[in-house]
């Protein structure tokens, strides 16, 4: 046997996944909840403890890969020129590279900005605009207002390179921390976000990780920390992907409904499936993150209820409309209720599945029927995702259900004629991460993606069709 | 070779006729002139922003189906709104429907704000011709 650990540092939990990369099989899993006032290495240890307790002892690992999300992951801000070009290139580089954006700005940043920027203090501003040769002015004059911010923050500048050098002194000669990188945008509606995200990585790596008191962890550990949600990312384009040696599965989507938050994942070029389209916007990156901040079982569950309505909720639980405000109330007061009831149970599952729902429907793309002299033709704006036939449930709030429960709710995540503009998927099979090693397996997949791969082809349970 | 004066180029509304633009983007860029080409079906805030992000000198609109008077009215009013101040803006291509006097057609346009104005069959050298003089090549 050859065993290695992966860690998985949450904000509530730590999760411990040992693998045998003799056998090529997952050893087992354990957790333990932490909380931001006990050490991480508490929460650690108790991981382990409950992991050795499950195997019969302790094991001599190789090797120690981590992922983390703790002190609540990394936190970016993005900046670009137009909202729907450089400012979205820039979003999409930071989710991509797994931050959590707290804010996009486009055009020029005011004073107010600034106050809001100081008060936000990321981990990291990205500062693009511009494509290469093409507008300096807005980059510089953000620069300007970014060196004016007192709050200490690394930039990462990913914008037209005519002005690179000019924002970089700017803002060293206000004593941030600089980096600099290919634009995210370097032709009209060219994407380049890689380079980006690789330094987004190492400022990670070397800066973040310090400051969030993980680097005292950081020494037991073999190998990368990154972000979990980089992790997911890096496990969900492997099971699509596959190897040299294995196939993956295609096409997919993966829906992470959690307490705060909803982490939307596509693994498919989104493509127009119908001939004649014609595509308008960004291009899309072949793996993309989308994250609903409005959107989750607990903290934002208000969030479901203010997209889909009470109505949509009542009608799906069978409970009536007051009883359901009362609920909300009581699970938004004390976050941790668990769903102990019948009750709670069908309005849980009510909320999962508007949230499954609103989270499609906002990471899917849309089609238009235009009308020209002509005849009707179409425009697409982001991924067409009819065709894609997989649904991957993961997530602590989803993976625990019953198989029945998590297939209807998972239903939701597909196309109906009442949204017929967007374009989610037709019909897909639902596999669930029940063992819950989605993060770990993106970190195996950094050193053995064939293991990784075959890991999860193992552990994603099917649970059918969802129609 | 960062000195090229850049043009946004495309065919507004819902305008699907794809060949003269391509046509444009080639014979423009042989030219010196560093060309971003949006295609066909371009609305009005696409050649915004993609000017905007490009810190385009110039913005080429085309209309072939009939439609032009109507697509093309008020881009002169979001670009001063947007901030592109003195951007060049040109329009060409069947722009009016059927076969209307050139001057009357030429006036009712520079109205619009277009600063110059090119009749069906314009060659790709009077347009070079034109641009050349604009920005004292
Ligand atoms: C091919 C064609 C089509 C094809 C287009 C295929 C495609 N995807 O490209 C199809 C069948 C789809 C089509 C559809 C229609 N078409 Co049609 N089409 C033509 C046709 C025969 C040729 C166009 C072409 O490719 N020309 C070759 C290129 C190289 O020339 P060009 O487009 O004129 O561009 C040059 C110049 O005009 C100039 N130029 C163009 N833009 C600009 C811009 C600037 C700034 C400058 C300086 C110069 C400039 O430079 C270009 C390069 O030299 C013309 C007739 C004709 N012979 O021009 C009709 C024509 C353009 N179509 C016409 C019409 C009416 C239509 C339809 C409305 C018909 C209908 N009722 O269904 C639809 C509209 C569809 C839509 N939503 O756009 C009319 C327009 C009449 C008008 N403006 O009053 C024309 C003129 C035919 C006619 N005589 O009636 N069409």
């Not at chain 1, 999760?15 to 909840?33: I, R």
């Not at chain 1, 019948?342 to 009308?371: I, N, Q, W």
Request: charged share 25%.
């Amino acid at each position: 046997m050859k065993p290695i650990l992966m860690i998985d540092f949450g904000s509530t939990n730590t999760k411990v996944t040992a693998v045998d990369l003799e056998e090529g099989k997952l050893l087992g899993t354990a957790a333990s909840y932490t909380t931001i006032q006990t050490d991480i290495n508490d929460g650690l240890e108790n991981a382990l403890k409950k992991l050795h307790e499950k195997l019969g002892g302790e094991l001599d690992y190789a090797a120690k890969y981590a992922c983390s999300s703790a002190a609540g992951g990394l936190r970016m801000i993005a900046s670009g020129l137009v909202p729907e070009l450089t400012a979205e290139a820039a979003r999409q580089a930071a989710l991509g590279a797994g931050a959590k954006v707290m804010k996009t700005y486009s055009y020029e940043l005011t004073d107010d900005d600034a106050e809001e920027i100081a008060a936000i203090k990321p981990d990291i501003f990205l500062l693009t605009g511009g494509t290469d040769g093409g507008n300096k002015d807005n980059i510089i004059q953000n620069a300007q207002v970014v060196a004016g911010i007192d709050a200490d923050f690394p930039v990462l500048i990913a914008g037209n390179r005519a002005a690179v050098r000019t924002c970089q002194k700017i803002l060293e000669e206000s004593g941030k921390q600089v980096m600099i990188t290919e634009n995210v945008m370097p032709r009209f509606n060219e994407l380049n976000i890689e380079p980006a995200q690789s330094k987004i990585r190492e400022l990670f790596l070397d800066r973040i990780i310090k400051a969030k008191g993980l680097s005292q962890a950081s020494q037991l550990i073999s190998g990368i920390m990154m972000p979990t949600p980089a992790a997911v990312l890096a496990a969900m384009e492997l099971l699509s992907k596959g190897t040299e040696e294995q196939k993956g599965l295609g096409e997919l989507v993966a829906v992470d409904v959690g307490g705060a938050t909803t982490d939307l994942y596509s693994m498919t070029d989104g493509a127009p499936d119908r001939a004649g389209t014609v595509l308008k916007g960004l291009p899309e990156p072949f793996a993309k993150r989308t994250v609903e901040g409005d959107i989750g079982m607990r903290y934002s569950a208000a969030g479901i209820v203010e997209a889909a309505g009470m109505k949509r909720i009542s009608l799906l639980s069978g409970l009536d409309e007051d009883r359901c405000w009362e609920l909300l109330d009581l699970i938004t007061e004390d976050t941790s209720t668990m769903p102990d009831t019948d009750e709670l149970k069908a309005f849980d599952k009510a909320l999962a599945s508007m949230a499954v729902k609103t989270g499609l429907t906002r990471h899917a793309g849309t089609v238009e029927k235009v009308y020209t002299p002509m005849g009707e033709a179409w425009v697409q704006s982001g991924k067409d995702l009819s065709r894609v036939d997989k649904i991957i449930i993961t997530g602590g709030s989803l993976i625990h259900g019953e198989p029945e429960d998590v297939r209807d709710i998972a239903s939701h995540a597909l196309y109906n004629l009442a949204e017929a503009a967007s374009l989610k998927p037709r019909n897909a099979d639902v596999l669930v991460d029940k063992e819950y090693i989605l993060s770990a397996m993106g970190l195996l997949s950094q050193y053995e993606p064939d293991i990784a791969l075959k890991i999860m082809k193992k552990e994603l349970i099917s649970y059918g069709t969802a129609q | 070779m960062e000195n090229k004066k850049k043009l946004v180029i495309g065919v507004i509304g819902a305008d699907v006729h794809a060949v003269g633009i391509q046509i444009l983007d080639h014979a423009f860029t042989d030219a010196g002139f560093e060309v971003t080409n949006l295609g066909v079906m371009v609305s009005q805030e696409e050649f915004i922003a993609a000017a905007t992000e490009t810190a385009a000198d110039a913005i080429m609109v085309s209309s072939l189906y009939g439609h032009g008077e109507l697509d093309c009215r008020g881009l002169r009013d979001k670009c001063n709104e947007a901030g592109l101040k003195d951007i060049l803006l040109y329009v060409g291509g069947n722009i009016v429907v059927g076969k209307q006097p050139f001057d009357e057609v030429e006036v009712r346009f520079k109205k619009m704000g277009y600063d110059r104005v090119f009749g069906p069959g314009t060659a790709p050298e009077e347009t070079i011709a034109c641009l050349k003089e604009d920005f004292n090549l």
